[in-house]
């Protein structure tokens, strides 16, 4: 069964090319706006404006035409702007000369960064709430997985890629760490446009939805140490999956510039016993 899918150079030129001014945008972020009703805030602005980037809708670099979306919206350009602004500083949004905006890219290694850190932070959550999950926590994660399960079934790549998070969300609520909950949380939606599930095989992504059902079955029989080597082995896959992500077509940003000497060889203040 197949699921539906539903820039490298760092230069943004193309942004304010002759051509470009001269036509229409075709910015995918636009046409998956829902027009906003009744009396609408900025507050409602940056909500759908959010809603869409991490749905994964607007792959990275994707142009955030001001006027455009204002006038999908039915707001004047000025809170969309300062919607903007509000995602630039959550890392979802990218500013341009001449006031210009896209989608944020990550580089390669940034985006394994991101991985590596969301992995950490769920295994310390994790390990918290499967201790504290009770009877309405399990049917909370088993109704998240039936939803997640329904979009393996359909072939639904964008519900896969939204269940797959209410998935996780629901395995981590119970531990009611807030702090760490907003980390998790920061980090999953910096990656969330990349969506490398939709790059991999239906046997691979049929891999990862295993790993949920074990997943599942470790938290609600209250087994930690399963949970967490499951949760391991899922994470390593994920990454395993970003590494199959084509490198050309504008979605990784330039490498950032290596350091000029590496922490390893960096000489070392000896730890002392007090």
């Known amino acids: 069964m197949s699921m539906a899918s539903g820039g490298g150079s760092s230069s943004t030129a193309w942004l304010f090319s002759p051509a470009r001014r ?8 636009v046409a998956r706006l829902v027009p906003l009703r009744d009396a609408p805030t900025q507050g409602a602005v940056l909500a759908e404006l959010r809603r869409v980037i991490l749905a994964g809708d607007a792959p990275p670099g994707t142009v955030v035409p001001l006027e455009e979306v204002a006038a999908v919206l039915g707001m004047s350009v000025i809170p969309v702007r300062e919607s903007l602004k509000i995602l630039v500083g959550e890392g979802l949004v990218e500013q341009h000369a001449r006031g210009a905006y896209t989608v944020a890219r990550l580089a390669r290694s940034e985006l394994l960064e991101l991985y590596a850190a969301r992995g950490v932070l769920e295994n310390a959550v994790l390990a918290a709430a499967v201790a504290a999950a009770g009877p309405d926590d399990h049917a909370h994660a088993r109704a998240a997985h039936d939803l997640l399960d329904r979009a393996v079934r359909a072939g639904d790549l ?3 890629h939204r269940e ?3 998935f996780h ?4 609520a119970p531990a009611r760490m807030r702090r760490f909950g907003a980390m ?4 999953w939606n910096l990656t969330e446009s990349y969506r490398p599930m939709a790059h991999l095989t239906d046997a691979a992504r049929q891999r990862l939805h295993a790993d949920h059902r074990e997943m599942l079955a470790a938290f609600v029989a209250g087994d930690a140490a399963a949970l967490l080597t499951c949760a391991a082995a899922h994470h390593r896959r994920l990454l395993d999956a970003i590494a199959t992500l084509p490198p050309d077509g504008g979605a990784f940003a330039d490498e950032p510039p290596a350091a000029t000497e590496p922490v390893a060889t960096r000489e070392r203040t000896p730890c002392t016993s007090p």
């Not at 969300?169 to 981590?172: F, P, S």
């Not at 998790?184 to 980090?187: D, G, I, M, N």
Request: hydrophobic share 35%.
């Open 22 to 29: 001269g036509r229409r945008s075709s910015s995918p972020l």
């Open 158 to 160: 964008r519900a896969y």
């Open 164 to 166: 797959s998070r209410g």
């Open 169 to 172: 969300v629901a395995l981590l």
């Open 184 to 187: 998790v949380e920061s980090a």
